[in-house]
């Protein structure tokens, strides 16, 4: 009896299967290759790699416990400095003194604040050359914004102004002594003087008249200025400049011409 020939369906699923069994086979020595790699690694490698995991959750572990101290200090040495403003407000300077030196062992914003407090403590005892010590001990600390250094800046430059070289208050507060800085009417008025002390009566008044026009500074402010912007020969009120008469000493005119 004669065997009939295979068909081509036939044959396809001889090979399908044969690739199917080759892939398995395929399979398996890859998954065995890897098991094999992988136990190897760990047998190297496994403590390593276990330290270093248990080193990552201690580091984060710390990490939280650190994050959580400041937090609560913070919140303590915040509660601690309204305290002591309160004392301030009430009039018991001998109590909040007692809480603005353990504040200036805290944080770098805390302690700043604090020596800012004790500062104007001191001024108002008369004490200026230790407020000027503690502003500038503010003004100088990098740890510290620099809205706050500038204010430390202003405050020191302001205690110790009758002692300071007139230069060394130009060079101190120039910067800050421009239009559109927060401390330009403050500044610029110290600045203004210094400049009369170097005999420079035109820089003076120049900035004078800026600051009296500056609608931005407190009236108080700007009315000062622009009487010594007055006796100086400028107008504040105008826009004008002073024009020299035969003599060289400064007139009214005007500042448009």
């Not at 430390?152 to 559109?180: H, M, N």
């Not at 009296?212 to 700007?222: E, H, M």
């Amino acid at each position: 009896m004669a065997v009939p020939p295979q068909t081509p369906v036939t044959n396809a699923a001889a090979a399908r299967r044969q690739s199917e069994q080759s892939g398995v086979f395929m399979r398996e020595v890859d998954d065995a290759l890897r098991q094999d790699q992988f136990e190897t690694f760990l047998r190297r490698y496994g403590k390593l790699v276990i330290a270093a995991i248990v080193i990552g959750l201690l580091a984060f572990a710390a990490y939280l416990f650190w994050h959580h101290r400041q937090k609560a200090e913070a919140e303590a040495a915040s509660e601690q400095l309204v305290l002591a403003l309160d004392d301030l407000d009430a009039g018991n300077a001998a109590k909040a003194q007692q809480k603005l030196a353990a504040l200036t062992q805290t944080d770098a914003g805390h302690a700043a604040l604090a020596r800012l407090a004790q500062a104007g403590i001191a001024l108002d005892k008369g004490r200026t050359e230790e407020a000027a010590k503690l502003y500038s001990q503010v003004a100088s600390d990098t740890n510290v914004g620099q809205p706050v250094r500038d204010l430390a800046t202003v405050r020191e430059v302001g205690a110790a102004f009758d002692k300071l070289p007139p230069q060394t208050v130009v060079d101190r507060l120039s910067a800050l002594a421009q239009p559109g800085n927060a401390w330009f009417g403050v500044a610029g008025e110290m600045v203004g003087m210094a400049y009369l002390k170097q005999g420079k009566p035109k820089e003076a008044g120049l900035l004078f008249v800026k600051i009296a026009k500056d609608k931005t500074q407190p009236d108080g402010l700007r009315t000062r200025v622009r009487q010594l912007a007055g006796q100086l020969g400028y107008d504040a009120l105008d826009d004008v400049v002073p024009v020299s008469d035969e003599d060289g000493a400064p007139a009214q005119g005007s500042a448009g011409e």
